[in-house]
């Protein structure tokens, strides 16, 4: 009797345990574990990965009498992606983070399940050592056809993927493109250094890449080197710590082109900074060139020395923008076709026009929709690419028709609903219209022509184009902006 009571006293403070766990410290713990897993599966198997698949999972319960840690994917095809392609990567590193031997896994119950051709599943799926497969198996040649590489590069090399030829030029990376190619024809006698900078995923790596494979295309003896900044930062400390200072400025010395990535990790790191000012100096005394990239212009980089701050704008510095939609269609298109896989406008548009914010996630979502068209069997449509990215996105999407949402795009302007759909053309009128064909695309799975269509114009071409400048002007114009996201939070409310 005492015993058993001994046991429902234990059993209850675990109960408590766990749902203290969960509820009042849980969300913050599981947030900040979740956070420390992706960074390291980011380093071990690269940022493409925890893009494409990991970045819509959600960890949201875990319970440590059973050792159970509980996900939630945003769909099927997500799910089984991940149990099939990474879940030793799981099993390594949660059992370490959550300091148990082995942890298990659970796959909640997926919240829409929208993809009913995949293969029948239990509605928590359990994963257990026997099904591991490691991210290794993730390679060319797979039913991706190339578009995944889990393994980081080693340092130092330069990836041959990353050409010009396979960049596409747009208002938003001209100059940087057009400065990279220049110094190709001459390097370290035209804009030296040349600096780029941009957003993280916008094609600064790329740009690097590239300029390096043209200069050693060209100049087949020049000794190229591209580094990251936080590499350079480890070199650095390894050298000082096994007396190799020597070796390292003579590795250094001896280079014709250096291309340094993130520079801006170079921050508050005095003595690296020191090491790395000289190098500088003297390789652009003898005319060599030296390309940057970094996340954010000369100035607006804190913790870096003035002197070798004033040095990173010598010479010419590139800004690297948000593409536009005509841009994202093309890179798409591109992408695709460097894959050998066709997409029509109207799925690149789709793809394209959702809330995206670089070009890195533009093509994870390509490579979910090939993924699940090559596993499926079926044809890249448009219907498969909403079965596919539909119910990813943080909004719920729900059964909303054209007419509500220009019902509220009314609020917002001067005009009645039959004046939004005649054909009267004032700017203000125009751009209410816009908006509205705008936000149908966003947050309806309706196609190019049925907007159109209740707009009683004939062509989708005219929805396309508003697509494209109200995703555009919501980039530029802050009021604007703010005034489309209160009527997408009115209309998805
Ligand atoms: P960043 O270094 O700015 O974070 P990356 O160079 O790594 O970004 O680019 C992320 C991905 O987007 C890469 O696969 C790259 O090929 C692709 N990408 C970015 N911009 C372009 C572009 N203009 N044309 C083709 N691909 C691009
Ligand atoms: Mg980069």
Redesign the pocket.
Known sequence: MGQSVACEKKERNLLEKDNRFNNRLGGILLQTIWGQFLQIVKEEAGSRVVETWLKAVRMHHWDPQEQIIYLQAPNQFVKQWICSHYMELFHVHLSRLFNVDRIKVVFDKVSEQTISAQPSTANALMITGAVAPTFAQNKPGSSEKGLVRARRRPSGRINTAYLFDTFVVGPSNSLAYAAAKAITQNPGRLYNPLFIYGGTGLG??HLLHAIGNEIRRHHGSTMVLYQTADRFVNEFIHAIRFDKIHKFQSKYKSIDVLLI??IQFLANKGQTQEAFFHIFNLLHDSHKQIVF?SDSMPKAIKGMAERLRSRLEWGLVADILMPTLETKMAILKKKAELNNETISDEVACFIASRAISNIRELEGALIRVCAFAHLMDQPLSLELAQKVLLNESTHKKVALTCEFIAKVVCKYYPYTLNELRSSRRSKDISCARQAAMYLMKQLTDKSLNDIGHFFNRKDHSTVLHAVGKIHQLRQTDTDFNIKIKQMEQEIMR
């Open positions: 600064k790596t990535d993130d990239t």
